[in-house]
């Protein structure tokens, strides 16, 4: 039996895979008339190399470059997605663990009850060291998760919704 989707989300972090996952989830939205949540969680370890974020009196213009580039492409999505006939589209936009806040937070704040991701691009050897995000969230998740592996064609660089050729 065929599950119908209430609630999508999908997490972006601006690689094909992430833009075939999330072409998919906006076609499972529309088939469904689901609720669509468009993520990106920037890596709170990655922050770690700026000591000094916590302190109001030091300029964090370049963080808030960062964030406001992640909201601009957020949007763009969302703005493709609402071309599509979507018109139940949400944007998230947080600093964390990117496993934790797709397989635990963010299903349970907002009851997901399907994940899309993109397939990592790691080897054996990083996923080993480091572990993928997909596979924490696979194995995780209480929902279903669907993992969307790149097709060349389709994300070819001219076809990016990231560069706005849309």
């Given at each position: ?104 937070n963010l299903p349970k704040e907002y009851n997901i009850d399907l994940i899309l991701l993109g397939a990592t691009g790691l080897n054996a050897v990083e996923r080993l060291l ?37």
């Amino acid at each position: 039996m065929e599950k119908n989707y209430q609630k999508i989300l999908v997490a972006i972090d601006g690689s094909d895979e992430a833009e075939q996952a999330f072409k998919k989830a906006v076609a499972i939205a529309k088939k469904n008339k689901s609720q669509l949540f468009i993520a990106h969680i920037s890596d709170s370890r990655n922050l770690r190399i700026f000591p000094n974020l916590d302190r109001p009196d030091q300029d964090n213009t370049f963080i808030d470059q960062v964030y406001n580039m992640a909201e601009t492409t957020l949007n763009t999505y969302k703005k493709w997605a609402e071309k599509q006939h979507l018109s139940e589209v949400k944007i998230i936009l947080r600093v964390g663990s990117p496993k934790i806040e797709i397989s635990t937070n963010l299903p349970k704040e907002y009851n997901i009850d399907l994940i899309l991701l993109g397939a990592t691009g790691l080897n054996a050897v990083e996923r080993l060291l480091i572990g993928s995000v997909s596979e924490y969230v696979a194995r995780n998740a209480p929902c279903d998760v669907l993992i969307a592996r790149s097709d060349e064609a389709e994300t070819h660089e001219n076809n990016r919704i990231a560069n706005n050729n849309f």
